[in-house]
């Protein structure tokens, strides 16, 4: 009689070792080049509007077609990852944005240029919530979350990295080596995917057919067991509700929790991608240097990078209210950005702060959304999070484009940046309060109850 194991106490039990690690590190490095290409046209605008006489304001467009591209890219790589495989729709992402990035070097047009970062923008959605289900799948339940946000990272870093490229590289060579670095690495790395790069075992678990390949990785994973080539391999029964499109994520008592998750998305991610898009042209106009927006810029991020690690730690422990604290320390510091006669060491100090409570935020949003759905559908509610959250990513750079337009002060303009924030507030503690009800606790779930 052949042996059965049980995949959640395969993944659960298992010991941190270089099987999470090397899927840490990898993780981390497509994030990395996927924060990188989300960045690397804000930090090259300043650049792009001297060279080409533009502007600034009619860059919006070109700001927000990655964010659109994110929109279709999320629940079509998110459906992709569902039906081939996580590590496939990945790599697949890491190929799409690194090609479409690299082909901006040789753009003459600001509508070619639109265009591209459409495409980027459909292999960057895709990258998301496959990242998400596959680190979700393949970490112990104890470290989940943590493993998560720590993977997540990798976009502010990479989002804060362009910062060096305008002090070191761009005085010299212009714009376009912003997108020659930008597609070049991912590319590299995509390969890298393909060797290195595990697949998740509770997918495989319903594909009999890479039998092969789950042993392979059940084995790396748990090296501690002896795992026999006749043994049988049980997945708890996942709630499934008939659904094909959306009615899985709304059954089952997810009717109120997806779209609050939804609405913390939407305002999170509005007010990250208005502040990573326009911060630095934003700066340079109100007399920084452009070394001095730069840098201004680039902390905004590296105090995301600082909020993910703090979510990190406290998201398994204390739950979603971690967020809704995030979401109110954000609040006040977008608005401080702006105020009128601020030395510059304010501004700076202001913007990690922002970082940190903007971008924590939206990794305890991302963290979410790879636990409250189970594995049949897991990607599929992940992408739609991320998707729908693409609107607001989308308005924030169109909205900024608007005000800055109407010649609107800087205080004024951050002011405005801080309202999605107090609705954020307000949802995430409404959140918090519909999970503590469902699932008796603050703790996040992976196996929703019906």
């Given amino acids: 009689m052949s042996e059965v194991i049980h995949v959640e106490q395969l993944v659960d039990e298992q010991k941190f070792g270089w099987f ?18 989300i960045a690397a046209l804000s930090f090259a605008a300043p650049e792009l509007v001297r060279s080409w006489g533009l502007e600034s304001a009619t860059l919006g467009p070109a700001f927000s077609a990655s964010l659109f591209g994110i929109l279709f ?13 996580r590590k496939r729709a990945i790599i697949a992402g890491c190929f799409i944005y690194g090609l479409c990035t690299l082909a901006i070097v040789w753009t003459t047009s600001l509508n070619q240029i639109i265009f591209l ?35 997540f990272t990798g976009i502010t870093l990479g989002s804060a990295s362009p910062g060096a490229i305008t002090t070191w590289l761009a005085p010299e060579y212009g714009w376009p080596v912003f997108f020659l670095i930008g597609g070049t690495i991912p590319l590299v790395v995509a390969v890298a995917l393909i060797f290195t790069l595990p697949e998740s075992v509770k997918f495989l678990v319903r594909h009999p057919e890479r039998r092969p390949e789950l042993l392979r990785i ?29 009615r ?4 089952g ?9 939804w609405l913390c998305f939407i305002t999170a991610l509005m007010v990250n991608y208005f502040l990573g898009s326009w911060m630095p042209l934003v700066f340079e106009e109100n007399g920084f240097s452009p ?34 604290a995030l979401f109110a320390l954000a609040c006040p510091m977008v608005a401080v950005i702006g105020l009128e006669n601020l030395s510059y060491e304010l501004v700076v100090a202001a913007s990690v702060l922002a970082g940190v409570g903007v971008l924590g935020a939206q990794f305890g949003n991302n963290a979410t959304a790879g636990l409250l759905y189970p594995t049949s559908f897991r990607a599929k509610g992940a992408g739609w999070a991320f998707a729908v959250g693409r609107f607001g990513a989308i308005l924030g750079p169109i909205v900024g484009g608007i005000l800055i337009g109407m010649k609107l002060s800087m205080q004024q303009l951050f002011l405005i940046g801080a309202v999605p924030l107090i609705i954020g507030t307000i ?9 503590y009800k469902r699932f008796g606790g603050l703790q996040l779930d992976d196996k929703p109850k019906a």
């Fill in 253 to 261: 008592g997810l009717a109120f929790i997806t779209p609050l998750l």
């Fill in 427 to 435: 949802t995430a503690a409404t959140l918090t309060r519909v999970c």
């Fill in 248 to 251: 899985d994520i709304f059954s």
């Fill in 20 to 37: 999470n690690i090397n899927l840490l590190i990898w993780s981390f490095l497509a994030m990395f080049c996927d924060g990188y290409d």
């Fill in 73 to 85: 890219g999320a629940p079509l790589l998110g459906f992709i990852g569902d039906r081939y495989g």
């Fill in 218 to 246: 059940a084995r790396s994973m748990r090296w501690d067991l002896v795992i026999q080539e006749n043994a049988g391999f049980e997945l708890p029964e996942a709630p499934h509700y008939g659904g094909t499109g959306l």
């Fill in 117 to 151: 970062r459409f495409c980027t923008g459909i292999g960057i959605g895709g990258l998301m919530p496959n990242t998400i289900a596959l680190n979700s799948e393949l970490s112990p339940k104890r470290l989940r979350a943590t493993l998560v946000v720590l993977m």
């Fill in 291 to 324: 070394d001095q927006a730069a840098l201004a810029s680039s902390i905004y991020h590296i105090g995301g990078a600082l909020g993910g690690v703090l979510i990190s730690v406290l998201i398994d422990r204390f739950g979603f209210v971690v967020v809704v």
